[in-house]
């Protein structure tokens, strides 16, 4: 099995995610989380355990600075925008192994739109990136997200599972998954993952004790930490929070 201690502290993570700019668009930033600096002084002053960013953030901001002894950096390499609305998203690959490693990358990642129509294409790619990242023994995380035609009329509880089973199945190291909603389907999903340790994404930004409820819950169900983004860097004190996080994490 890959070493994850690059990225993790005592087993367990938290990541600051911030690939939003992407998926999202600026909708999400303000005049000062839009600018990715301010983002890396919060996962430095945090103690997360690494930074997710895209490979145009990471090589403007993060390879060859300062930062990257101060923080391990977790590169997506696919993504796409919200604005085309397809029941069936595919998020397509847009940066390689081999050029996430000129980026001083400590793990890669991938997100796979579990019950699209574009399955097969994002598993082909999934395999690709497994299969050259392990062969260098860097970890590769799987964002299992339950989206698409597929997964109409079938319960949360099933597809968390099966959407963690899947990453399991695919050769991923963790996978990121969204919040279901409760413990019991949190905790199958952990189980169902198997030896693949899960962290819980975030979400939009929420009342703070409501998400840190999630956190708790999460932790309760056995995932490994958190892959947090809006709600820490949209938060009036993100370092307020990340400290409630990371006791949470790490009682
Ligand atoms: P958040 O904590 O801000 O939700 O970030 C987690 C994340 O997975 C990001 O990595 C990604 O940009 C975003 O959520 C995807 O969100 P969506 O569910 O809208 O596709």
Not at 124 to 145: C, L, Q, T
Not at 217 to 243: C, F, H, K, Y
Request: aromatic content about 8%; some cysteine; charged content about 25%.
């Amino acid at each position: 099995m890959v070493d994850l201690s690059k990225i993790t502290r005592d087993g367990k993570a938290m990541f600051l995610a911030y690939d939003q700019g992407m998926e999202h668009g600026p909708k999400d930033f303000d005049g000062e989380n839009v600018d990715p600096n301010n983002i890396l002084d919060i996962a430095v002053g945090g103690n997360f355990t690494a930074i997710i960013f895209q490979k145009g953030t990471a090589e403007k901001y993060y390879s060859n600075t300062k930062f990257v002894q101060k923080i391990p950096l977790i590169l997506k390499l696919n993504g796409k925008t919200n604005l085309v609305d397809d029941p069936d998203p595919y998020s397509p690959l847009i940066c390689s192994v081999e050029e996430a490693l000129s980026l001083d990358v400590s793990a890669v990642g991938y997100t796979i739109y579990v019950g699209s129509k574009h399955e097969p294409e994002m598993f082909k790619e999934f395999s690709k990136i497994e299969k050259d990242a392990h062969e260098r023994n860097i970890p590769v995380i799987g964002w299992m997200y339950v989206r698409g035609s597929g997964t109409e009329g079938k319960s949360i509880f099933e597809l968390s599972a099966y959407a963690a089973r899947l990453g399991l199945e695919m050769g991923a190291d963790i996978i990121k998954i969204k919040y279901p909603g409760d413990l019991k389907s949190l905790s199958w999903a952990v189980e169902s993952a198997g030896k693949t340790k899960v962290v819980v994404s975030g979400g939009a930004k929420e009342e703070e004790g409501g998400f840190l409820e999630m956190v708790r819950t999460s932790m309760q169900a056995g995932a490994i930490g958190m892959a947090v983004g809006r709600n820490i860097w949209q938060s009036d004190n993100p370092l307020e929070v990340a400290e409630k996080v990371r006791k949470i994490i790490w009682p």
